[in-house]
């Protein structure tokens, strides 16, 4: 045991458990044959866990007094493991899916990678693994893909190693299983190195799983939810930081003021993007896809690298009270496209209505609409770029 302590100095095991007496004694005999440094987090067992945990020598055994959920058992663990002085925690679970033998890639991971979240890929393709388990692997992938840009293969594994220095400076809200998706997510947000390891998996047939699909997928797509619309309205140097605990401004609302402050800042700072941005939001704004034109100008924004939250914001300008003065616009400006006449009266009359005028009318609609879009657009971008760059100019320069 000592030259295993040793040779992974700072690093311990953390296992959560809630119920799982008749698998944890077998479990922690396993871990025992790779490291002493074991820390067991009884997240309220109602079962004889506690009389279980107490013959084992050598535990530190963490208590919460009712279940308060996974994620809660992970925070407590972290802040356990860093008071004692260990920079690394590797979570293991305590139903025996997890294999003690695949320990060692995690140190040699950590040791390599220290500041790296470690996450063990599990086989999932051999017989008998759990048919849902793979199409929820593949549905947590595609979010933290679309939420990080990072093409991961095990989002949804709970074998990890967490390096307690990037984890600890978060604000990680989450109690139950979503915790896992936001401790990812946001240390990727916040920079840290997420690296694989190849990994098995068991799942015994008297194993105790508390994992409750329709509840525990619902807290999931609500956190994915939450971090998508951050991902869509938040540039990624703002996400970057708004999640450490340095940077709490103290509530919510002086969050959230500082928040915006440093989307500002950013979304500023280049003119040519803020106004090509601006432009856009107009362009879709105008453009004849009514109930379409703020996604649309999101995911114009989202391919052409602009600011999405500035394009949606702009997408807006055909609000109720402007849809008259732009279906006016659009039509003086289409009849005067389609047949050179410029007529500001229309000579609408209702009574003289048919299917023919009502055709005509849409057709000079589309054609003027789409043509006030693209100068509306152009104009919105180019005086934007010119009061933007005139701002700069005139502001004073920090000395």
Known sequence: MNKNEQ????ICVAIPTYNNAPTIGNVLKNISEHTADIIVINDGSTDNTADLLSAFDGLEILTHGKNRGKGEALKTAFSHAAEKGFTHV??????GQH??????KFFEAVRENPDALVIGVRDLAGRGKRLKSRILRANSNLWTWALTGRRLHD???GFRAYPLEKINALRLKTKKYDFEIESLVKAAWAGAPVIEVPVGVEY???GVSHFRPFRDFLLVAHLNACLFLQCIFIPAPARKVMHLKSEFRGSFFKHLKWVIGKVIAYETSSPVRFSLSMGLGV????????????????????LLRLSKGVALAMSNISFPAAIPFILYASLVIGRFALYGDLDFTLHFDVAALNREIVFRYFYEYLAGSVIFAVCAGLATAVVTFLLTALFRLL?????
Request: hydrophobic letters at 45%; proline letters at 11%; aromatic letters at 8%.
């Open 7 to 10: 040779s992974n100095p700072g």
């Open 90 to 95: 590797v979570i293991m679970d305590a139903d």
């Open 395 to 399: 502001r004073p320069s920090k000395s």
């Open 204 to 206: 015994p047939g008297e």
């Open 155 to 157: 989002t949804q594994s």
């Open 283 to 302: 362009f879709f704004g105008i453009l004849p896809i009514w109930g379409f034109q703020m996604a649309a100008a999101v995911l114009a924004a989202h």
């Open 99 to 104: 294999l003690a033998g695949d320990l060692p």
